[in-house]
């Protein structure tokens, strides 16, 4: 094998698409022969599990990139082991010249990246990473001091000071693939073997109808937001019922689109957009900048999703609630508002950011329960489980996070569903049994007479009682939150 015939192995992670990866990009470049690998790693210490609906994200992103490899003349070799045994194994089985990855930021993710440079470095084997995940990478931005931003704006001013980020790359118009080895061949797995999508029972029949995974159900998704959400997007993106929002979250996750893509995609919408263009942009971008922010966070402090970010919150009196948690997740609190966004969730695993929002503090608030279970359930049910932002997120509805919602920000979850979802519309799509009652009693369904419920079709008993007073929930927790100090 000639020098210029040895391969670069295309380490694919949460980059799982062909269009602006650099790592992909570069190693094009080389005019070198690929071997595109992804390795399912359920054995390095640290990683965090994927939950079940990631899962089955991941089962689809990664089809959607080996028909797309396919396509060009290649494919995507799964393998499955610790990566700092499996890369070094691979690039040495396949006398390669090179390793490129993008880079990943958690501090499980990050030692392993080191490790594996360091035994690819023992072979004699560059190791290469590259950012394809983020707009400005967490440890380029910093305060006056030298130190991390803990207040999203003066984060995102800052970031604004670097400039936009540089233009996505293409994908790669011709991509020259190397032989799997023999020996590689023994160790690739079918896709069905790394287990990835519900079996018995099968409860992913609601996401199936809802996404389509991978690069191009990412461009069709971003297509359709432009084209019809990003328009009004400033004044209906609170609204859950209008499609105002990009749900574009589960492809930023898995990397089927980049960040890049997405900024100046809206950007060039934005350009004639309206007299309203300007607004819905500085909108959109800053949800964008949230996630950045929220990688900044997780960066610097790797425990996000373990140990309050303000540290006297350790000292909160959460509650050991069981039955109340068992029916938050399920949907059956008696608020109108937040059942229906944890039925969306558990149906579609996704759920509208303003309903999320709600849901969260009523169950950190309301119910007193702490965050984690509640960030927990999330994790294994959202299909854009995210280890930055999931984590960032919950800490700032509970308010023990960074730039953290106040204390006594207590979301009413019936002037919540008033304002957000005036008519109900939200609410009777996920909670059908609500679906008789006007516009009076939709978000107050308690309110309703029985004999008002009976003309309407509402069996007694078909929706719960709510599992708790507002009042009397929102004075215990300001009393536990005063008593922080």
Request: one cysteine or more; a positive charge.
């Amino acid at each position: 094998m000639t020098q210029r015939d040895k391969p670069i192995i295309v380490w694919f992670r949460d980059d799982l698409r062909l269009g602006d990866h650099p790592a992909l990009w570069e190693a094009a470049g080389s005019g070198r022969p690929l071997l595109c690998v992804f390795n399912f790693d359920a054995a390095s210490e640290g990683l965090r599990a994927l939950g079940g609906a990631a899962r089955w994200w991941l089962h689809g992103a990664l089809e959607a990139l080996d028909e797309a490899l396919a396509a060009r003349g290649g494919g995507l070799a799964l393998f499955r082991g610790a990566a700092v045994d499996m890369i070094p194994r691979i690039a040495a089985a396949n006398s390669a010249s090179a390793v490129f990855w993008n880079r990943r930021y958690g501090l499980a993710e990050r030692r392993i990246d080191e490790a594996v440079k360091s035994a690819l470095a023992r072979l004699g084997i560059a190791g290469r990473s590259f950012n394809g995940h983020l707009i400005h990478e967490p440890w380029t931005i910093s305060n006056s001091e030298g130190k991390p931003f803990r207040v999203f704006s003066a984060f995102w001013r800052a970031a604004a000071r670097l400039g936009p980020p540089a233009a996505p790359l293409p994908s790669p118009e011709t991509l020259r693939f190397a032989r799997l080895p023999d020996e590689l061949s023994r160790l690739c797995l079918p896709l069905s073997a790394l287990a990835l999508e519900p079996a018995a029972p099968d409860w992913a029949a609601g996401l199936r109808q809802t996404w389509q995974r991978g690069e191009a159900g990412a461009r069709r998704g971003l297509k359709r937001f432009l084209e019809d959400g990003f328009a009004a997007y400033a004044a209906n993106r609170d609204l859950p019922a209008a499609p105002a929002t990009s749900r574009l979250s589960p492809y930023l996750r898995f990397g089927n689109i980049s960040v890049r893509q997405v900024w100046h995609a809206a950007t060039a919408a934005a350009m004639d957009g309206g007299p309203h263009g300007e607004r819905n942009l500085e909108k959109f971008l800053s949800e964008l900048g949230w996630r950045e922010f929220s990688y900044h966070l997780l960066y610097h402090h790797p425990d996000l999703a373990q140990r309050n970010f303000q540290s006297r919150f350790d000292r909160m009196p959460w509650r050991d609630d069981a039955a109340a948690l068992s029916a938050w997740q399920k949907g059956r609190t008696g608020y109108p508002l937040v059942d229906a966004g944890m039925r969306e969730l558990w149906a579609t695993g996704w759920m509208h950011n303003r309903v999320r929002m709600v849901a969260a503090s009523f169950l950190t608030k309301h119910l007193l329960i702490d965050w984690r279970a509640g960030e927990a359930w999330f994790w294994d049910t959202l299909v854009d489980a995210d280890p930055a932002n999931n984590p960032a997120s919950w800490q700032w509805v509970a308010g023990c996070g960074a730039d953290a919602a106040p204390y006594f920000r207590i979301f009413n979850p019936v002037l919540q569903g008033e304002k957000f979802d005036p008519d109900g519309s939200y609410v009777r799509r996920w909670v059908p049994e609500l679906q008789g009652l006007s516009r009076p009693h939709i978000h107050r369904p308690w309110t309703a007479a029985p004999t008002l419920l009976a003309r309407t079709g509402i069996p007694a008993g078909a929706y719960p009682q709510p599992i708790v007073d507002h009042d009397r929930a929102r004075n215990r927790a300001l009393d536990a939150y005063r008593e922080l100090g």
